[in-house]
């Protein structure tokens, strides 16, 4: 196991763990539009430097579209570099607030 990094803002917190065979994203708390741009900006340091990277969802209690958005984006970028992501417990407020806006997170596991 690697250092952990944290990066947080308000009711925000994003954790990077790196194991020898992937890395885990853990994303904690509220995120909404007062702190997307912490989201955003903890995801795109994640350093994509192992095969399979997970994106642990189950601490987040809530998430709106720009916040989902940026998770797709998140999504996108790590299956554009051609790792595997897989997705761990979606709460189900976010996925409503996900499938509405038609961002559903079961389509981010590659």
Same mark, same amino acid.
């Given at each position: 196991?690697?250092?952990?990094?944290?990066?947080?803002?308000?009711?925000?917190?994003?954790?990077?763990?790196?194991?020898?065979?992937?890395? =885990?994203?853990?994303?904690?708390?509220?995120?909404?539009?007062?702190?997307?741009?912490?989201?955003?900006?903890?995801?795109?340091? %994640?350093?994509?430097?192992?095969?399979?990277?997970?994106?642990?969802?189950?601490?987040?209690?809530?998430?709106?579209?720009?916040? $989902?958005?940026?998770?797709?984006?998140?999504?996108?970028? %790590?299956?554009?570099?051609?790792?595997?992501?897989?997705?761990?417990?979606? !709460? !189900?407020?976010?996925?409503?607030?996900?499938? $509405?806006?038609?961002?559903? !997170?079961?389509? =981010?596991?590659?």
């Amino acid at each position: 196991m690697n250092a952990t990094d944290r990066d947080a803002g308000a009711g925000l917190d994003v954790t990077t763990l790196r194991r020898s065979d992937a890395i =885990w994203v853990d994303v904690t708390g509220e995120a909404d539009i007062s702190n997307v741009d912490v989201l955003r900006d903890a995801l795109a340091v %994640v350093e994509l430097d192992r095969a399979t990277v997970h994106l642990e969802l189950s601490h987040l209690d809530f998430a709106d579209v720009a916040s $989902i958005r940026a998770l797709g984006a998140f999504a996108d970028h %790590v299956r554009d570099r051609g790792h595997r992501l897989v997705v761990h417990g979606t !709460p !189900p407020v976010v996925a409503k607030v996900a499938r $509405i806006t038609g961002l559903d !997170p079961t389509l =981010w596991q590659a």
